[in-house]
Structure formats: C-alpha cells, structure tokens
C-alpha cells in the first residue's frame, strides 16, 4: 500500500518511540530517550530540510547503534535509502568507545551530504543537551564533549548554512 509522506515519517516516529521506550538522556530529569531523535529531526526541519526520507533517518538515527534494531528491519519496514543513511551515522559496536569516537571524527568529511546534515542537527541537539549536562559530568568532561562535537561538526559545514549557524550558537550558548 502506498503511504504518504506524513505517514511513513509517523510511523518512523512510532517505531523509534517503541524500540527506545525503556531508555532515557543522561540529564537529572532522566528524559525520554525519544525526545532526543525528535530533537535532531526539528532541527533539520528548522533548517530547511525537507526530505521525508531524510527526516526519517533522524528519527530512527539511534535505533541500530543503541537498541536491538537491525539494518533488515529498517530496510524492510522504511526502505533502502533510509537504511542506509542511518547505517552511515551509526558507530561500529564492535569497537570500544574511545576509538569509535576518534573514528566519527575522522569519517565525518567522507560521509554523504545527507548524513552530513543528520550528524549535524545530531551534535546540535547534544550540545543544546549539555545545558542540563549528564548527571556525575565534571565541567573538564563537558569541555572534552564539546570539543568532540566541534571536530565532528568540522567535517560536516558547508552542506546547510542554517544548521553550521545553529552549531555555532549552540556552541556559543555553552561558553
Ligand atoms: P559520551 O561520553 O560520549 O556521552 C555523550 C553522549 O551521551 C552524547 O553523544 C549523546 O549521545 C548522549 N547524551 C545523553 N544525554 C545527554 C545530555 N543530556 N547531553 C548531552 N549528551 C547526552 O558517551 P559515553 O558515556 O558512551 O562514552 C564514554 C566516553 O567518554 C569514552 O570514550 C571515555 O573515554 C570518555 N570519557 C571521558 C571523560 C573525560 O573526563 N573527558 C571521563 C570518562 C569517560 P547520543 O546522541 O548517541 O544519544
Ligand atoms: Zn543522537
């Protein structure tokens, strides 16, 4: 059956409420983790992005690196391109934490100009994050996370002018 637009992106925001419906943010309030996928798709959103399918992948974008979602399930159920766009922000399980973020780093510049985009509106909402840091963060450890999320976001300007100006003010907000 054909859906429209609205719907396949409704139904990405079910899906993704539901696979991630036991988990939280790190924040003192202990968030519902699904505020921050909604959070990265707004922001692109906001920027001009208009791309269903792209606006999906933000949504789903945590969905294979942090609960049991596999690739053929997002294929199946949203389609190759979605998968793949989620595929290429998704750290490598595999490898322990320190070296997937060296590696997110040193990535970021090769990735499609769409991941590009998610991954920005993706630091863009951590950083916007880190006015309520993670509970037990110590200010040297919120420093270290926001230069994380510069190197990241050094790899992904230039796509969409509006989303480098919200990393900059985000950025901004926190000094
Ligand atoms: P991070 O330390 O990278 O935690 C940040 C991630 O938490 C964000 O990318 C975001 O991920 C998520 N998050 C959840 N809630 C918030 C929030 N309120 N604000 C901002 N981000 C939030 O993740 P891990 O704890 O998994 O990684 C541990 C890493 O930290 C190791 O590499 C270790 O070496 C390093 N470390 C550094 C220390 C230091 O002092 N510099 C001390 C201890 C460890 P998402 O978008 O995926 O939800
Ligand atoms: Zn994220």
Not at 41 to 68: F, N, P
Not at 98 to 115: G, P, Y
Not at 151 to 156: E, F, P
Request: hydrophobic share 40%; with cysteine.
């Amino acid at each position: 059956t054909i859906m429209t637009d609205t719907a396949r992106l409704l139904e990405a925001a079910s899906f993704a409420a539901d696979r991630h419906r036991d988990q939280r943010r790190k924040d003192v309030d202990a968030t519902p983790y699904i505020n921050h996928p909604l959070d990265v798709a707004r922001i692109l959103a906001d920027a001009g992005v208009s791309d269903v399918e792209v606006l999906m992948a933000a949504i789903l974008h945590d969905t294979i690196e942090d609960t049991k979602t596999t690739a053929e399930e997002l294929t199946e159920r949203f389609g190759e391109r979605v998968c793949s766009l989620v595929l290429e922000v998704t750290d490598d399980k595999n490898l322990p934490k320190l070296e997937r973020k060296r590696l997110q780093v040193l990535k970021a510049s090769t990735k499609s100009a769409d991941a590009k985009q998610i991954k920005m509106a993706d630091k863009i909402s951590n950083l916007r994050d880190l006015k309520t840091p993670p509970v037990g963060w110590s200010e040297a450890r919120v420093g270290a996370y926001i230069q994380f999320a510069e190197m990241v976001a050094g790899g992904c300007v230039g796509v969409n002018p509006a989303l480098d100006r919200m990393f900059d003010d985000a950025r901004m907000a926190l000094s």
